[in-house]
């Protein structure tokens, strides 16, 4: 077997409006509603997407122990570091840590950490060179 690409991962949050706020207003990703009957909500962003999960109303089959707060993600922006940290200014995100260099899954890149509403920490991060 060989794993081609992720397509989405679930993320459990406290408050899917806020969340969507977030990550819509602050990371300019889109929503999706999807399912049956049109209740379920995603982030989309490129060629992938993030279910949302509320904390104690979550879709089954789930994680055995889903948790608010406790992801640690890394998105590569196209944007410069300097134009992302200007935007999230604007947003009033404050800046966990960065910039700083990092090794990423194709190379040397440098990233800035932020967190979401629910505390999960964010990288956001542009290949060097």
Do not use: W
Not at 1 to 27: G, P, W
Not at 80 to 95: G, N, P, T, Y
């Amino acid at each position: 077997m060989k794993i081609n690409c992720l397509d989405h991962l679930v993320l459990t949050v406290k408050d899917i409006n806020v969340s969507i706020a977030f990550y819509t207003q602050a990371l300019g990703m889109s929503v999706k509603t999807f399912g049956e009957q049109q209740q379920r909500k995603a982030l989309t962003f490129g060629q992938q997407k993030i279910n949302l999960h509320e904390r104690g109303k979550e879709y089954e089959p789930k994680a055995l122990a889903p948790s608010v707060g406790s992801l640690d993600i890394c998105f590569i922006i196209d944007t410069s570091l300097e134009d992302a940290m200007a935007h999230l200014r604007r947003h009033h995100v404050v800046l966990e840590a960065g910039p700083v260099e990092r090794v990423g899954a194709l190379g040397m890149m440098r990233s800035i950490y932020l967190r979401d509403p629910d505390g999960n920490l964010i990288e956001l991060s542009k290949y060097m060179g």
